[in-house]
T-cell receptor, first 119, second 110 residues
Framework: AQTVTQSQPEMSVQEAETVTLSCTYDTSENNYYLFWYKQPPSRQMILVIRQEAYKQQNATENRFSVNFQKAAKSFSLKISDSQLGDTAMYFCAFMKLHAGGTSYGKLTFGQGTILTVHP | DAGVTQSPTHLIKTRGQQVTLRCSPKSGHDTVSWYQQALGQGPQFIFQYYEEEERQRGNFPDRFSGHQFPNYSSELNVNALLLGDSALYLC?????????FGEGSRLTVL
């Protein structure tokens, strides 16, 4: 079974600054995806960024980037130029890929990190 | 293009009752997954439906059951409600991997 650990229950950052959220995971699988999701108070889970385990290059999406360390099983999220709208709960999640690339829609989530961006 | 829609958004039940939650997937998506999210926690996978069959199940008792219809929409049923079933229930639809979530149904059991 896979486990995902987010060791920072809460983080805060000033607007326009940079913040890094930590995530570690434990798995014996070799074929998987990792995700960061954002959940604002509106409740809807929104995909921030995705990393395929077979790719060595770290994923980036505009102000969001990851530091994927496969051997260390670490997957941190860096948010640059933080904006007030980034305030939300952030979840790290693991998805095992089965034969043929099937995931069965099963994500294993961490406990979440509440990020507050201050003006 | 409508995203994933869930109903109802909020509901209150008492212990022992039964509840049905509904989900319409994003257009073109054929797979629906259900998650339970307790307050302040990460979501937990309940099960996934594909081609009207339950394809994989998480660690939830048989009181949790589901159904998928030919139009790919889905229902989650919970019988004999317990106080601990109070949570946000999220539905996610997918097509070849990426999951799109709805806004959830907030269930309170008194």
């Amino acid at each position: 079974a896979q486990t995902v650990t987010q060791s920072q229950p809460e983080m805060s950052v000033q607007e326009a600054e940079t913040v890094t959220l930590s995530c570690t995971y434990d798995t014996s699988e070799n074929n998987y995806y990792l995700f960061w999701y954002k959940q604002p108070p509106s409740r809807q889970m929104i995909l921030v960024i995705r990393q395929e385990a077979y790719k060595q290059q770290n994923a980036t999406e505009n102000r969001f980037s990851v530091n994927f360390q496969k051997a260390a099983k670490s997957f941190s999220l860096k948010i640059s130029d933080s904006q007030l709208g980034d305030t939300a709960m952030y979840f790290c999640a693991f998805m095992k890929l089965h034969a043929g690339g099937t995931s069965y829609g099963k994500l294993t989530f961490g406990q979440g990190t509440i990020l507050t961006v201050h003006p | 293009d409508a995203g994933v829609t869930q109903s109802p958004t909020h509901l209150i039940k008492t212990r022992g009752q039964q509840v049905t939650l509904r989900c319409s997937p994003k257009s073109g998506h054929d797979t629906v997954s259900w998650y339970q999210q307790a307050l302040g926690q990460g979501p937990q996978f309940i099960f996934q439906y594909y081609e009207e069959e339950e394809r994989q199940r998480g660690n939830f008792p048989d009181r949790f059951s589901g159904h998928q219809f030919p139009n790919y929409s889905s229902e989650l049923n919970v019988n004999a409600l317990l106080l601990g079933d109070s949570a946000l229930y999220l539905c996610a639809s997918s097509f070849y991997g990426e999951l799109f979530f709805g806004e959830g149904s907030r269930l309170t059991v008194l």
